[in-house]
């Protein structure tokens, strides 16, 4: 019998193991808003994050890729409760928001941690999440201005998701996806 002998768990690999389990949960977190939206025949808003949801798997499976590529043990955690409820349309978005700006935190302290640790290649990964942090949160801030402006007219939000609509095309700079990119 033969064993592979796995890389040392490091604050680097904690970090990114906790982040594989925030990137599902973020993804599960859309498919709730995702459904709430469905479930009041919103059809842009749920398409909108269903595709976000797909995203946030996308992000995980590619942290679940680096730590393979870099002969780590991986574990595929649980993921905490979802939100399912909401008083109005506006509760979600802000909810993505304020998930997307923990994101962009906790990948900062994850490249923090890969430079401390003179990790260079785990420092160049985390940089493509930190920019797509910026992109993100920019979206999300972008909805909730066009949901704050529109002042209960959920159809003027439908009509502005249906006109800015997102291609579903991955960025080719996007690190590799393990089983591949949905």
Do not use: C
Not at 27 to 45: C, E, I, N, R, T
Not at 58 to 64: P, Q, R
């Amino acid at each position: 019998m033969v064993t592979l002998k796995k890389n040392p768990r490091s604050k680097l690999y904690e970090l990114l193991q906790a982040q594989i389990r925030n990137e599902f949960h973020a993804s599960q977190q859309y498919v709730a808003l995702a459904v709430f939206y469905d479930g009041k025949d919103l059809p842009q808003l749920a398409k909108f994050f269903y595709r976000q949801s797909l995203e946030e798997r996308n992000h995980a499976m590619a942290l679940v890729q680096y730590l393979l590529d870099t002969d780590h043990h991986v574990e595929i955690p649980d993921v905490p409760e979802v939100r399912n409820d909401f008083a109005d349309i506006r509760e979600p978005v802000a909810l993505a928001l304020e998930q997307e700006k923990e994101v962009e935190s906790d990948f900062r302290q994850i490249a923090k941690a890969a430079r401390e640790d003179e990790n260079y290649t785990g420092e160049q990964f985390v940089q493509w999440f930190l920019r797509e942090q910026v992109e993100e949160i920019a979206a999300m801030n972008r909805l909730l201005n066009v949901v704050d402006m529109a002042n209960g007219d959920v159809f003027a939000v439908e009509q502005f998701l249906y006109r800015e609509e997102v291609t579903d095309e991955n960025d080719p700079a996007m690190p590799p996806v393990a089983g591949g990119a949905l």
